[in-house]
């Protein structure tokens, strides 16, 4: 490692509010499996899907996509100078995916059916059953790509060769999983054309699910790339840290090209279902705000950052992208969805349903930073220094 | 804009539709050499 590793402080500002978020959410939880989804949800039969699928499950997908965009970069595309940015990622991936799957607990309940769909009784025709069996299958590829650095921590070696040979099968096998679930989230609300509102509603929702995913996953890259740099520095060696700058810069530049081409596809949308007259209506106004805000505007940040490389542009790029995803799933899952619905019917989140994806997420980010405080991932081990 | 059969809509918005992929792919390389042309 680089630096001398500082010893650690148990009693941080962070470190408490973890505890308390984490104390929380285990009583949420409690509460959620005794009193049912109805003691701790507002959903109801107009709104059965709330924040824990919007948030959790929409956004938690699209955001872990990182892992599949950099290890295909590296491995497929052979751009080995992003190669310290994948065990990262695929971390992330890993963590965000298995939190995903953690999330539907909450929202779906008896925790003992999760494998039914996929071992007992399969809804072959059903979109829900090929996003399960896609989570399942690309959960089982993220954790065995991830499992190297932990043979590595714990000294096997003979079982890390045989898992870094099927590094690039690995790869294919989850890019193509990724490119049938991602298209797939979307997909799953184009049976509701007469909920979700039309400048949301398009025949190609799939399409902009899987190339959001794309630019989601790289802002996602970039983002944990400048939180690692600038809170788990004394982790990183100085392979990591020389090339964690082209890492963002490379893509950035990538990212910026991939938002102007959905940008364009969403105006084929409009034009092709001549929705241009709800852009004059307090709707369209939301719509221009996702699009031109949280799209176009980071997409010419990522560009200006990558050209004059401007590391403070593209960095804040990659937040602003990340909150664009954000808003973007929340507004097909919740916003625009059921929109023509009197304001006493529409779904507002109880404070127990925010308070559970907040316990989610700092469960994510507690598992990270323990693991990357053990494991090579920020790092490369010492005793394979050679082999990149 | 009136449309009186599905033909007077497909016409329209297919024509519309063609001019703006003719608009982006005539921008998206344009915008490729923007982003790249300070390469090394």
Redo the contacts between chains.
Sequence with gaps: MAHEEPKYQWVTPFNMITAIVLFIGLILTILRFTQGIGGVTNLDNNNPWGMWIGFDLLCGVALAAGGYVTSSACYVFGLKRYHSAVRPAILTAFLGYALVVFALHYDVGRPWKLPYPIFVSQGTSSLLFEVGLCVFLYLTVLFVETTPAAFEWLGFKKMRTWVVRLTLVLTIFGVILSTLHQSSLGALFMIAPSKLHPLWYSGYLHVYFFISSMFAGMSMVIFEGSMAHRWLHHKMDATHLSESTGVALGFG?AA??VM??YV?IK??GL????NWHYLTTGWGAWYLLELIGFVLFPAILY?VG??EKNLTFVRIASLWTVLGIVLNRLNISLVAFNWHLPAADRYVPSFMEVGTTIFIVFLGITAYRVITARMPILHEHPDYKEEH | MEFFTLHDFMTYTKGITYLVMGAILIFMPLYWLYLTDRDD
Excluded: L, P, Q, W
């Excluded at chain 1, 034009?271 to 001549?274: E, K, L, P, R, Y």
């Design positions: 530049k910026s090209f102007m081409g364009g105006v084929i034009a092709v279902d001549n560009s990558a050209r």
